[in-house]
C-alpha cells in the first residue's frame, strides 16, 4: 500500500467516502489503496472536488513518496499483473506462445 494514496483517500475521509463522493463502488477505491495508486483521470477529480471542497491537495499529492520501498511494492505489483496477463495470451493465442518463445530464443 502506497502512503500517497492513503493519503489523498485521507484527505476525504478515507475509501469510503472517497468513493461516494465520485459515485464509485467501494471495491474500486479499496483496490486503489491495495495497488498502490489511483488512475490519472481519477487524480484530476478528486483535485477538482479538493478544490471545491477547500482541500489542501495538490497535485504533487499524487506522485511517489520518498520511500523507495513503496515503489519496489508498486512495480513488484506491475509486474505480477504483467506476468498474469501475459500468461493469459500465451494460453488462449498458441501463435503469441511461439513468438515469445522464438523472442527468448533469439535473446
Request: net charge positive; glycine share 6%.
Amino acid at each position: 500500500m502506497s502512503s500517497y494514496v492513503s493519503r489523498v483517500l485521507a484527505a476525504f475521509g478515507g475509501p469510503r467516502p472517497t468513493a461516494r463522493l465520485l459515485g464509485l463502488p467501494e471495491s474500486t477505491v479499496y483496490t486503489w489503496r491495495r495497488k498502490g495508486s489511483i488512475p490519472a483521470r481519477r487524480q484530476r477529480q478528486l483535485l477538482a472536488l479538493a478544490t471545491e471542497q477547500g482541500l489542501a491537495l495538490e497535485p504533487r499529492d499524487f506522485f511517489r513518496d520518498d520511500d523507495p520501498e513503496d515503489d519496489v511494492l508498486v512495480l513488484k505489483a506491475k509486474v505480477a499483473r504483467l506476468e498474469a496477463q501475459l500468461a493469459r495470451t500465451r494460453s488462449s493465442n498458441p501463435a503469441a506462445a511461439n513468438i515469445a518463445q522464438a523472442d527468448s530464443i533469439g535473446s
